[in-house]
């Protein structure tokens, strides 16, 4: 994947380097919020506060959800611009080297393999470009960046939040390491179901004249079939995870403020103050740890492309880098 993105120009480079600024900026903005919350809380809890503080707050808050929209607006442009211009000019290569093959290189790839090399392969890493511009460079510098807000203020929470982190990392390695194998094998049936198609329409007199359609349609629905059947293993694969994370990002909220409670109770009932300090941290460290899980989920978003895309590179790599003879 990393050799294939060599070919990408230097306009495209730019536009990808702008969306990773916006990125991190939305990413600011974001965290800011918790901040903004925990001083609201403090506020409204406060005896003393006026209407125009608390309302101050409010606006502030809003203009920092308002400028991550705008952000996130802009780079969703600029990463749909370098995903297509990207694709445009490897779908290019690959035609113009396709074009110079012989016999002897043709006999190397099949006819089907190549057309879907030029279309779906590009497809994925396409899709693969618009969402990782996006995605792969806000997950993890949010979870980072959350983890570095939230290390200091409670380390039994830090604790907690690392435990489940932990537990979701490993559930993703292991479901990757099942399903990578089958994902390479999905690329090779799809070759194989355009061949049959592609057989079938190119000798349909001589199917007709032999009356050979019941054979072909046996052919066809075994590539189909074994086709659908490690697709469905995949997703089922995948589907765990979506759920997976969910479930621990509200068990992970259950646990920080049933651990929270305990840690407000430890306060004095006469000091007022600290109560509420202790219990905004909370919330706030809350906030924070559902970043991290949020982070997690993207990542998620993106693993269930990249074994794809990577394959795809893969093969579009082959071919551009066949010598011609």
Request: with cysteine; hydrophobic share 50%; aromatic share 8%.
């Amino acid at each position: 994947m990393i050799k294939l993105l060599k070919r990408m120009r230097r306009r495209e480079w730019l536009m990808a380097g702008l969306c990773a600024l916006l990125v991190l900026g939305q990413i600011y903005f974001d965290l800011s919020l918790p901040d903004y919350m925990s001083d609201l809380t403090v506020l409204i809890e406060t005896p003393g506060s006026t209407v125009s503080e608390i309302l101050n707050t409010g606006m502030q808050m809003l203009g920092c959800a308002l400028a991550s929209a705008v952000l996130s607006i802009i780079c969703g442009y600029l990463a749909s611009q370098v995903a297509a211009g990207f694709s445009y000019g490897l779908r290019e290569d690959v035609f113009n080297k396709v074009a110079d093959f012989g016999q002897e290189e043709m006999q190397r790839f099949s006819v089907p393999s190549l057309i879907n090399r030029n279309t779906n392969d590009i497809t994925q890493i396409q899709m693969l470009i618009a969402m990782g511009l996006q995605i792969m460079v806000r997950s993890p510098i949010m979870a980072v960046w959350a983890v570095i807000k939230i290390v200091n203020k409670s380390w039994t929470l830090s604790a907690i939040t690392a435990g489940f982190v932990a537990a979701l990392l490993s559930m993703m390695a292991i479901i990757i390491v099942v399903v990578l194998p089958r994902v390479k094998r999905v690329q090779k049936l799809t070759d194989n179901i355009n061949r049959i198609s592609r057989e079938n329409l190119t000798g349909i007199n001589v199917v007709h004249a032999y009356n050979a359609e019941e054979y072909q349609a046996e052919k066809f629905e075994k590539a189909n079939d074994t086709l659908m059947r490690t697709q469905l293993f995949n997703q089922r694969a995948f589907a765990l995870l979506l759920p997976a994370v969910t479930l621990a990002m509200n068990a992970l909220a259950l646990t920080i403020y049933w651990v929270g409670a305990s840690v407000v109770n430890q306060v004095a009932l006469t000091d007022v103050a600290g109560r509420i300090t202790t219990f905004s941290n909370i919330v706030v460290f809350g906030t924070y740890a559902t970043y991290v899980i949020m982070s997690i989920m993207m990542m998620v978003m993106i693993i269930m492309f990249l074994p794809s895309a990577q394959v795809s590179a893969d093969r579009i790599r082959e071919v551009l880098d066949t010598k011609i003879h």
